[in-house]
Every structure is written in structure tokens, then in C-alpha cells.
């Protein structure tokens, strides 16, 4: 199983800039998709979630700025980032707990990370 993610790159404050995650592999079923980011001198965070149920979270931080969605035929996970400021800046990860053919269990992969800057 291997998760791909796209769509980093620079912007300028006030922007918006699409990421995607696609899943690609042996895979009977995935569960909770998410995105979190990591910026320089900080701890990984969660920035956004949503469950197989289409049931979404989101750090407060981005709250009403950010939207994550899935399509699971396409076992891809989407994050809309609009109203982009500097302190967005960090390396973005995805996250699928993914149920593998031949196993009934989950496991949590990540995706290598996609850089977003947001500068002037």
C-alpha cells in the first residue's frame, strides 16, 4: 500500500491551493483519511479528518478556512485550503488507516508530505 500526495507549492497570502492523497495497493477497504502538517521547530499536528462516514474535524486553527472530502473509488482524500496566511506554511501529510487485502485489520499509512509556503 502506498499513499501519493499532491498539489504543494508556493502561494501568496489570502490564496487558496488544493492538495489530494491517492491510495494505490492491496486494499480491501480504507477507514479515517486525514491531513496533518508539520511546521519547521514544530510537532506534527492534525489539521483535518473525516471518517468513512463522510463525518469531518478540523483544527480550530483552519476551521471555516480549509475543507477535506474523499472519494473512495478513487481512494483519494482532498484538502481545499482557501484564505492561506504564513502560519500555514509547513510540510503536509496524509493519513489513511487502510484495511489490506488478506488482513482484518487497519493499519495507519502516511503519504511522503507535499510542502506548502505561503509567502509574499
Known amino acids: 500500500v502506498q499513499l501519493q500526495a499532491s498539489g504543494g507549492g508556493l502561494v501568496q497570502p489570502g490564496g487558496s491551493l488544493g492538495l489530494s492523497c491517492a491510495a494505490s495497493?492491496?486494499?480491501?477497504?480504507?477507514?479515517?483519511m486525514g491531513w496533518y502538517r508539520q511546521a519547521p521547530g514544530k510537532e506534527r499536528e492534525l489539521v483535518a479528518g473525516i471518517t468513512s462516514g463522510g463525518t469531518t474535524n478540523y483544527a480550530d486553527s483552519v476551521k471555516g478556512r480549509f475543507t477535506t472530502s474523499r472519494d473512495n473509488a478513487k481512494k483519494t482524500v482532498y484538502l481545499q485550503m482557501n484564505s492561506l496566511n504564513p502560519d500555514d506554511t509547513a510540510v503536509y501529510y496524509c493519513k489513511m488507516n487502510i484495511r489490506a487485502i488478506v488482513v482484518n485489520y487497519g493499519t495507519d499509512y502516511w503519504g511522503k508530505g507535499t510542502l506548502v509556503t505561503v509567502s509574499s
Open positions: 495497493g492491496s486494499i480491501w477497504s480504507i477507514n479515517a
